[in-house]
């Protein structure tokens, strides 16, 4: 492993050259796999994940068919040559934890109940992986979802905050993930509500108050990329009216 | 009737009466379910989804294929996260559950109706009405489920068009599957006209396009059929 | 949008069964003809070389990753080469999540044969300190779209991967970092007989409807270092040695187009 940088914030630009309470760059693109129903496949920054849905869809086996909704299953899996140093093919316990609170992530936004007795099939693939995995798998899922028609409340929008030279900032690179003091993947459905919230690290309480502040700038930031996405499409023979005559609700930190 | 892209969570109105399919009440908002095309009517506002899942309905008429027979019923794939079941007493006919695949085996396509859709989610299907069949030649195309609409067209027009300017016996499933029939060539034009119509399902002025894609066809087939005159004579 | 994987409609196979009769093929190629092919390297950053093919609708990301230990025992002065093959479960509605069964290990074996078999790698030169430290290669092969004929995709990414592949000696301390050493292109040729017909480069549908599906690997020099018959039909002494034949034809025109630096 490199070693731990003496500074992480100098003149308030951090090692990549942001600002604390910017994104790293990020490329969308909708569909790029036409056996699932709905995919996307994003670059956050240097990760490379690609999301994939299928469903709603026939459930096996039978015995785990809810008779009263879907099934929301979520598969977070990297890459054998996704790291430096290669992992061996397979389910890791990390991994596992993370397909789990994936799931829980999308479970409240889904409008499981249409479709009793199926599953909806998750699938995050790391293909190159540069910190912040899971949440980048969280955005891109949200787009998969809906290119694959599933009814949902809302898109869930992630980002990840920590500390670093005693600042609290957005969306953590490598060293940052690495050698700071905090990590706090965070995921935000319409209105302001948390579907998904881990912490690794120590913080203050006012430290932590402050962080999710912080993390709610950064979804909604992310929010406005994914429907972009969206959006652009289908451009084509159809120009969003300028008026924009749907809003995204506010959310409201407190709701 | 202007047309939005609409996506889940977006709000559509702030009347909660107006919602309709594509979108949920949350509050005292209507808001978007799907990712799709923004539908505002008279008393409702719906989101038109641009993809999705065929999701059967009592009384509509599907293309199915047989995947099993088992005990007294023909497992029917349906083209839906759904499987269909044909009990034996849905035949045509009175026949022994002795030999059914005499009647209808694997890899069969039929013409048939959903009868019931339990809250199990449990399809029954039948083949006991007007039009119902086995499907013995003319070729199966599969599009979109949510573009079907486009393809039938308000009161049918749309398929209508396509089976007088086109010329071939074609039969439209709720479920995403279309039956064709005719000569090689009406089938292949068949195909590519649903394909484009599926292409272009959310433009505007479709039926126009449509129509000029056919006359546009047309003058290439006009070209082949005179070509092969010229041999004759 | 996906295909249901269950059952064909007879009036379906009988359409392209006619069509093969009359010499024709669905999406209007000609029988030996291979669908479009994109290769692009590199896109597996952390990897040591890699590759993104697309062959048709078949989408397959390829990664080399390269680490030193220790040689097998029964070889002790020369390299070693992994193969593996994952068929992910975003890339077909039958895959499932779980460990490689037949079908990925098949792919993974065929692959490697080819490489193994062509000598495109120079083992021996793998060799660091006899007995003791040797380069291991990992031939990662992530399937993430199934549009048919994977292991020709396959084949050809391992390849073009291997083709930008650098060892990491700095990485380990062990020297300047410099290109793998690769001095063969073998490419695997699938075909599968249908309706009297042997057709290269089987699109999904028409991979189902196959008896038989017979794969070739041939090198640069138009030799043979692998060969694969997956599935019940048997086939005729003239027909291998029409494969062989068309196999040879093709690869050398895939290699010509995309492979040769």
């Given at each position: 492993m490199s070693e731990k940088p003496e500074?992480?914030?100098?003149d308030g630009k951090r090692?990549?050259?942001?600002?604390?309470?910017e994104l790293r760059s990020v490329k969308i693109k909708l569909?790029?796999?036409?056996?699932?129903d709905g995919s996307c496949y994003i670059e956050w920054g240097r990760n490379k994940i690609m999301a994939a849905v299928y469903g709603p869809r026939e459930l096996h086996p039978?015995?785990?068919?809810?008779m009263t909704k879907a099934v929301v299953q979520y598969r977070y899996n990297m890459a054998?040559?996704?790291?430096?140093d290669r992992i061996r093919p397979g389910h890791s316990r990390r991994s596992i934890e993370i397909s789990k609170v994936g799931r829980d992530a999308f479970e409240y936004v889904?409008?499981?109940?249409?479709?009793?007795?199926?599953a909806i099939d998750v699938f995050i693939e790391v293909l190159q992986a540069d910190a912040g995995t899971r949440t980048a798998g969280i955005n891109a899922a949200s787009l998969a979802l809906a290119d694959a028609g599933i009814p949902m409340r809302g898109l869930v929008s992630a980002c990840a905050v920590g500390k670093v030279d005693g600042e609290i900032v957005l969306d953590l690179m490598k060293e940052e993930d690495n050698f700071g003091e905090a990590d706090v993947p965070v995921a935000m459905a319409a209105g302001?509500?948390?579907t998904h919230l881990q912490m690794d690290g120590h913080l203050t309480r006012d430290e932590f108050y402050e962080a999710l502040k912080l993390a709610k700038i950064g979804c909604d930031k992310v929010y406005k990329l994914q429907r972009q996405a969206l959006i652009e499409k289908y451009s084509g023979d159809y120009a969003e009216n300028?008026?924009?005559a749907i809003t995204q609700s506010e959310g409201d930190a407190d709701e | 009737m202007e047309r939005n892209i609409a996506i889940p969570g977006?709000?559509?109105?702030?009347?909660?009466?107006?919602?309709?399919?594509g979108t949920y009440v949350h509050g005292d908002t209507v808001r978007a379910s799907v990712y799709g095309l923004l539908n505002v009517g008279e008393r409702y506002i719906s989101v038109i989804p641009l993809a999705g899942k065929y999701i059967p309905c009592a009384s509509d008429r599907v293309i199915g294929i047989i995947t099993e027979v088992v005990y007294s019923n023909w497992i029917v794939?349906?083209?839906?996260?759904y499987e269909g079941l044909l009990h034996i007493?849905?035949?045509?006919r009175r026949i022994d559950?002795?030999?059914?695949s005499k009647y209808l085996k694997v890899g069969d396509c039929i013409l048939t109706m959903v009868a019931s859709v339990d809250a199990g989610m449990k399809v029954e299907l039948t083949?006991?009405?007007?039009?119902?069949r086995v499907l013995s030649n003319g070729r199966i195309v599969t599009i979109n489920p949510t573009k079907m609409p486009r393809v039938i067209g308000r009161n049918g027009s749309m398929i209508r068009l396509l089976k007088s300017e086109i010329g071939c016996n074609m039969f439209v499933g709720q479920n995403g599957r279309i039956w064709i029939n005719g000569s090689d060539d009406c089938i292949d034009l068949a195909i590519q006209t649903v394909k484009y119509i599926e292409d272009?399902?959310?433009?505007?002025?479709l039926t126009e396009r449509v129509q000029a894609f056919l006359k546009a066809k047309e003058k290439t087939r006009y070209g082949k059929v005179h070509e092969s005159r010229n041999d004759e004579e | 949008m996906q295909m249901s994987d269950d059952v064909m409609a007879e009036i379906h196979r009988d359409y392209l069964f006619n069509l093969v009769l009359k010499g024709e093929r669905d999406d209007g190629r000609a029988f030996d003809e291979f669908r479009d092919i994109s290769i692009e390297t590199g896109?597996?950053?952390?990897?040591e070389g890699s590759a993104l093919v697309t062959l048709g609708d078949t989408q397959i990301l390829v990664g080399i990753k390269i680490q030193p230990g220790e040689p097998f025992p029964d070889t002790p002065d020369v390299g070693v080469i992994i193969t593996n093959a994952e068929l992910i479960p975003?890339?077909?509605?039958e895959y499932e999540a779980g460990p490689p069964r037949e079908g990925a290990i098949e792919i993974a074996r065929v692959v490697d044969r080819g490489i193994r078999e062509s000598k495109a790698?120079?083992?021996?030169?793998?060799?660091?300190?006899?007995?003791e430290k040797v380069w291991i290669i990992f031939i990662d092969i992530h399937v993430?779209?199934?549009?048919?004929?994977?292991i020709d995709a396959a084949s050809i990414g391992s390849i073009a991967a291997l083709l930008n592949t650098?060892?990491?000696a700095e990485r380990y301390g062990l020297g300047e970092d410099s290109p793998l050493p690769v001095r063969d292109i073998p490419i695997a040729i699938t075909a599968i007989e249908f309706g009297g017909e042997l057709i290269l480069d089987p699109s999904l549908e028409e991979g189902k409807l196959a008896g038989t599906v017979y794969t070739v690997i041939t090198n640069s020099d138009n030799g043979i270092s692998g060969m694969q018959k997956s599935g019940v039909e048997p086939l005729t002494i003239d027909q291998v040695m029409r494969v062989v034949d068309m196999a040879g034809t093709a690869a050398a025109k895939i290699r010509e187009k995309f492979l040769e630096v």
């Open positions: 500074h992480f914030i100098i090692l990549d050259g942001r600002r604390v309470d569909s790029p796999l036409d056996r699932a039978r015995h785990r068919q809810n054998a040559f996704s790291v430096s889904v409008f499981t109940k249409f479709f009793p007795k199926t302001g509500k948390i300028g008026e924009d | 977006d709000v559509v109105s702030d009347n909660i009466k107006m919602s309709g399919s794939d349906i083209n839906s996260p007493s849905q035949y045509p559950s002795e030999n059914m083949l006991r009405e007007k039009e119902l272009n399902a959310h433009t505007p002025g | 896109v597996a950053g952390m990897a975003m890339a077909s509605p790698i120079d083992l021996e030169k793998l060799c660091m300190i006899e007995g993430l779209n199934n549009g048919g004929n994977i650098t060892l990491p």
